[in-house]
């Protein structure tokens, strides 16, 4: 009768398990500093003008008043309309916008929150239409 190959675990095969997950901790640890290293800047128009610019890696709230319509505002993470008194409130719908080139429009104040920088995800579209 033929041995059978032993099966349990050795020494070896934990040395390669502890290996294997710090690099995996490395990995997402880098991934994860890269990200926080560029942060996105919110940079609201009205009317074509920019009139304001916020970072979106600290918490806060504004209050956007523009041809007689009121946004209120969020910020961090990303950027988001939390309530709009326009008759659309297609930027309500927008929800949240955390990477570069993504932007907010709301048609009915001529309002435009667009971010600028960070890094941008390989799979992020180039242009989105319709
Ligand atoms: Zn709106």
Do not use: W
């Not at 988001?80 to 048609?107: A, E």
């Amino acid at each position: 009768m033929e041995k059978l190959p032993r099966l349990s675990p050795t020494v070896l095969d934990s040395v390669v398990v502890i290996f294997v997950g710090l690099l995996a901790c490395g990995i997402l640890y880098g991934a994860r500093a890269g990200v926080a290293a560029e942060a996105v800047t919110a940079v609201v128009y009205a009317d074509g003008v920019e009139i304001d610019r916020v970072r979106t890696d600290t918490p806060s709230e504004r209050t956007y008043t523009a041809n007689g319509y009121t946004l209120h505002m969020e910020f961090c993470p990303g950027a988001r309309v939390v309530s709009s008194d326009c008759p659309t409130q297609d930027c309500v719908h927008t929800g949240v916008v955390t990477y570069g080139g993504q932007s907010i429009v709301c048609l009915p104040a001529r309002i435009v929150v667009r971010m600028e920088g960070g890094a941008v995800p390989s799979d992020a579209p180039d242009a989105v239409l319709g």
